[in-house]
């Protein structure tokens, strides 16, 4: 479980934070303002009118997605793309219930979202009124820290606390859920909290723990960088970089930290685990000290705790110190944050270089390849997302849905920058591409944004097209068909008989077709020889652009270490089974 801040109330002090008479609807948009937000995500409904007529004039950019859902998964895109906090409004009941998947998903991955909800007035509270929901006690699980303003005078401390928590430390999702009477209530005074700290950087490591890492580090001579997601959070990206080519050390990225450590370098290992490379797995069976940057040891790559990298001692540098030993034993443990640590580790190694494990790591390399498989007459999504890469040439920004196509991507697509790979990973929730690429989009109008889906996840946001076009958003989509709900497919070929129960999909719309009736231009491909020349117009038209590219039902993501099962237990596909 994460370490959440203890549940308190907010400390009534006497610090001037309206300087005139406002109502709440206005205190929150001021607030916002103040913070710096650009853009907020949202839709109306009735408990939320009053904050919405304050936003119809306030300058700030309202971006109306289809559904609650759409609001949130942008609003998270927003946050992981530009590193700020992403900002959702939603009303009571069923607007804030549909929340709940995005909370979830931003809690599981650590994304800072600020969730302002309406509720119903504070005298109907617990009466079963029309649209009430108790989304403050839904959310305690799925949220860093959550409110129920019932003071309006704490209004805007709330306001200032919950952006920060957000966005400071171990970032998260913190919902505030605002009643209609608070909105509408004339603030004219507000009691504030004490001076809040420039960051919530929850760093506790000693010197000695420091010297026992440095320690670490030059006594190994087959030692593995493995990165999470809080190295993309804290960005410290240069200081890995200079950190692994100053030690000679190789580096694996999960998906929450693709891009940190640039797919290219020769010390770069990718992706680990379930779906990672063989030479990358092999790599951490053999080495004998893996330093953890910012992560969890979660189930994907650390299938087996016992057999995770038997030869190594383990190194943990984590900003959360429920983290520490959660999954398996550590023999150096730092709370810290990286943004902290680094540094100071880099100020005390001497470099260094391991010849032999270079060698060794360019046999693996060299024995298992990552190699697209070859074509028997119909498209193969490795190659199709292998070109994808190449032609965007590590300038682009993707975000995945959650599936098959996900652990393609995050096998082929080339990335050399941190936010340039995004995905729902802890949770793994379909339908978060498209709205996902949404927020990305307008996070970095100066980047192009590719949404790689298929066709499960996408029908579970696809309402979200209309949200594209409305606000002239140039996201490529690139929807990879394979009529079934791949993943789970996968996995009832392999240990199920193929007894494929309910995920081949007997109908399919022409999604071609769908996406130009929302007023997409749009494409759809079946042979190999269509690929370059499609994937070319996909890149360089102008516009919101979809391709759909059919490929094979069976076709299946290898290699494959099945759950629970060590680094080396590799599944191995008979010839009738690929």
Known sequence: MKEKPKRKAVKAKKVELVTAPRNGAQVIIDFLKSAGTEVIFGYPGGQVIPLYDALYDSGLRHVLARHEQGAIHAADGYARASGKVGVVIATSGPGATNLVTGLATAHMDSVPLLAITGQVPTTSLGNDSFQEADIYGISIPITKYNYLVKDPALLPSILQEAHYLAGSGRCGPVLVDIPKDIQTTLITAASGPSDLPDKQNGSRFSEQQLEAMIEALTLSQRPVIYLGGGATLTGVGPDILTLAEKLDIAVVTTLQAKGVFPDSHPLSLGLPGMHGSKYANLAINESDLIVGLGVRFDDRVVGNVRRFAPLARIVHVDIDPAEIGKRLAVDVAVVGDLREVLPKVLAKIKKSSRPEWRQRLTELRTLYPMEVPASSGTIKPQAAIKTLSDLCNGG??????????????????????????????????????????????????????????????????????????????????????????????????????????????????????????????????????????????LINNPGPTFLEVEVDTEENVLPMIPAGQGQTDFFEVAEDEQ
């Open 396 to 537: 682009a920004i993707v975000v995945t849905d959650v599936g098959q196509h996900q652990m393609w991507a995050a096998q082929y697509f080339q990335c050399e920058q941190p936010r340039h790979f995004l995905s729902s990973g802890g949770l793994g929730t379909m339908g978060y591409g498209l709205p996902a690429a949404i927020g990305a989009q307008l996070a970095r109008p100066d980047r192009p944004v590719v949404l790689v889906t298929g066709d499960g996840s996408f029908q579970m946001n696809i309402q979200e097209l209309a949200t594209v076009v409305e606000n002239e958003l140039p996201v490529k989509i690139m929807l990879i068909n394979n009529g079934c709900l791949g993943m789970v497919r996968q996995w009832q070929q392999f240990f199920f008989n193929r007894r494929y129960s309910q995920t081949v999909f007997r109908y399919n719309p022409d999604f071609a077709g769908l996406a130009k009736a929302y007023g997409l231009d749009s494409k759809k491909i079946s042979k190999p020889k269509e690929v370059d020349r499609a994937l070319d117009w």
